[in-house]
Nanobody
Framework: QDHLVESGGGLVQPGASLRLSCVVYGRTFSDLGMGWFRQGPGKEREFVAQ???????HYADSVRGRFTISRDNAKSTVYLEMNALKPEDTAVYYC??????????????????WGQGTQVTVSS
């Protein structure tokens, strides 16, 4: 059964860095398009970044230049390296598997398997 497990969230000060990890079980990981989304307090879930095989990436404007998405196929893991964190980055971060009929998408409805989420809080 498909299963995604995120980790790496925490409480950090503005300007700090974090790396989120998402391990995928039950799939041939190298074939998968993967995305990171986030949902802040009182906000809608929003796209953060995606990576398509082999290593095509796309970012939301709000994180481009600060966040980096990457993957390790041998470990069935997708990462989100987050630098220069801001209070507005505070959210629950989710990884997701994109439906195979979409080659790239920023729309959450095009992702059909989701992790449980990991909390990132940026505060002084």
């Amino acid at each position: 059964q498909d299963h995604l497990v995120e980790s790496g969230g925490g409480l950090v000060q503005p300007g700090a860095s974090l790396r989120l990890s998402c391990v995928v079980y039950g799939r041939t990981f190298s074939d998968l398009g993967m995305g990171w989304f986030r949902q802040g307090p009182g906000k809608e879930r929003e796209f953060v970044a995606q990576i398509s095989p082999p290593d095509r990436t796309h970012y939301a404007d709000s994180v481009r230049g600060r966040f980096t998405i990457s993957r390790d196929n041998a470990k069935s893991t997708v990462y989100l390296e987050m630098n220069a964190l801001k209070p507005e980055d505070t959210a629950v971060y989710y990884c997701a598997i994109r439906r195979p009929d979409y080659s790239a998408s920023t729309y959450s409805g095009h992702y059909n398997y989701w992790g449980q989420g990991t909390q990132v809080t940026v505060s002084s």
